[in-house]
């Protein structure tokens, strides 16, 4: 059975690319960044084009160059393309970690059941994540991810909201 793209986890974009070699500046989804050196390929963009790892290297960003591929010009038009690995090779994660792929596109409901819209993205700050929800006539709520507010996450995603928190 050909795999589709639901058959992948996103761990990074490709931002942009870095010297004349075909170095390729990766913005990574992960809070492992080291996890990449793990991974001897990769597939590129929503065609899913598979890429091996010739090197990896770490700064605040993730620097890697695809075997075969040490061109600037060979390269450039993967530019702002995503990078994923099959879902069966993602790590395991702890109790209440989740993958933001898994999170976006979940229903928000509040304690009583209120259905308050579509989780679309989430920041992540420093001191906590923050989930984007958008509401059906497209508000934009933004929840902190911490237990006081995120009850409960299974098919649904679960929120005590205080007033004011909803415009």
Known sequence: MK???DDF????????????KGELKIEPYTSNIER??????????????KYKIK????????????????DINK???LKTQNIYIPDDERI???????????????????????????LNDI??????????????DKKIIQIPAVKEFVKSIDDDIIVDLIEGMIL
């Open 3 to 5: 795999k589709t793209i």
């Open 9 to 20: 986890t996103c761990i990074g974009k490709i931002i942009n690319t870095h010297g004349l």
């Open 36 to 49: 990449f050196s793990d991974l001897s390929e990769v597939y590129v963009g929503n065609n899913l084009v």
């Open 55 to 70: 090197k990896v290297r770490y700064a605040k960003f993730v620097y890697i160059t695809f075997d075969e591929n040490e």
């Open 75 to 77: 390269v450039l038009p």
């Open 92 to 118: 395991n994660l702890d109790k209440d970690e989740f993958f933001i792929s898994d999170l976006i596109g979940k229903k928000v409901f509040d304690l009583n059941g209120k259905y308050i819209g579509i």
């Open 123 to 136: 920041f992540e700050y420093p001191a906590n994540d923050v989930f984007v929800v958008e509401t059906e």
